[in-house]
């Protein structure tokens, strides 16, 4: 059970920000990247081979839109994003 609500929780920080400029993203943003995909290695095999190819999608529509971004906005929406990924790290049984 809380590996499902891990994955429910990884890909809903995908969606936050990819309903949110350059050719390469601030270090925060490929840091969010790197984490989620870190996230998505701790849930079941089974499960994961469901969830990574709508996570994978939402990871590259997420890449695209903040590159329409400023790199303000960016890193803004990013360090959100790291943020809520952390908190739902911290909330996990360890």
Not at 4 to 9: F, T, V
Not at 50 to 72: C, F, I, V
Request: charged content about 30%; proline content about 4%.
């Amino acid at each position: 059970m809380k590996k499902l609500i891990l994955s429910a929780a990884v890909i809903s920080s995908g969606f936050a920000l990819s309903a949110c400029g350059s050719d390469s993203l601030p270090k925060v943003c490929e840091n969010y990247i790197s984490e989620t995909e870190s996230l998505m290695k701790l849930i079941p095999a089974e499960q994961r081979a469901q969830l990574e190819p709508q996570l994978k999608t939402e990871l590259e529509n997420m890449r695209k839109a903040l590159k329409e971004m400023s790199k303000e906005q960016q890193e803004s929406e990013c360090k959100k994003a790291l943020d809520m990924l952390s908190m739902i790290k911290n909330m996990m049984p360890k």
